[in-house]
């Protein structure tokens, strides 16, 4: 059974860079069948995927057009766990992040809060 | 970006009864990459169905999932006091997008 944990900050001031983690156990970041993913959920977007990483011979990330520019989503192997970067934040990124394993999301982190305000 | 709407909002059903949530996309989803999920309050989502029809581990079976292409649906066979939660859909076939969800909530 996949486990998923998160950790980082709940409180993030405009115009800063939003760090979570998430490590895994119970699979490994690198394996060739899965997918690893960062989702957000708020009242006003509802749930959002914002990106993912994934290892096919090599790492590959893609993100959601809406936070392309701002978004990086990274692996570290030796912690067996992946990261959010979410830089330039403002108040609309207020919202519970999760990440999440597959396509179908087979597995979920417990979420976190994150406000972004001063 | 394919959206999907979901239908109704809000479905007002009394226990054994059998509920029919509906998922419209406005493209094609291919390879039927669809999947629903129930959520319930101060918890994440949790995965019912993937590929439009296959129940995830641990899912009862009176969740069932069906249809292709752009109309999908999660039939609920008889309600249990438990599944009264908020219902998304989820494409996975073009990037990855969610319905705005039903409320599956109690008559």
């Known amino acids: 059974q996949v486990q998923l944990q998160q950790s980082g900050p709940g409180l993030v001031k405009p115009s800063q860079t939003l760090s979570l983690t998430c490590a895994i156990s119970g699979d490994s970041v690198s394996s060739n069948n899965a997918a690893w993913n960062w989702i957000r959920q708020s009242p006003s977007r509802g749930l959002e995927w914002l990106g993912r990483?994934?290892?096919?011979?090599?790492?590959?990330?893609d993100y959601a057009v809406s936070v392309k520019s701002r978004i990086t989503i990274n692996s570290d192997t030796s912690k067996n766990q992946f990261s959010l970067q979410l830089s330039s934040v403002t108040p609309e990124d207020t919202a519970v992040y999760y990440c999440t394993r597959g396509w179908g999301y087979t597995s979920w982190g417990q979420g976190t809060l994150v406000t972004v305000s001063s | 970006e394919i959206v999907l709407t979901q239908s109704p909002g809000t479905l007002s059903l009394s226990p054994g009864e059998r509920a029919a949530l509906s998922c419209r996309a406005s493209q094609s989803v291919s390879n039927s990459h669809l999947a629903w999920y129930q959520q319930k309050p101060g918890q994440a989502p949790r995965l019912l169905i993937y590929g439009a029809s296959s129940r995830a581990t641990g899912i009862p079976d009176r969740f069932s999932g069906s249809g292709s292409g752009t109309d999908f649906t999660l039939t609920i066979s008889r309600l249990e006091p438990e599944d009264f939660a908020v219902y998304f859909c989820q494409q996975y076939a073009s990037s990855h997008t969610f319905g705005q969800g039903t409320r599956l909530e109690i008559k």
């Open positions: 990483t994934y290892y096919r011979s090599k790492w590959y990330s």
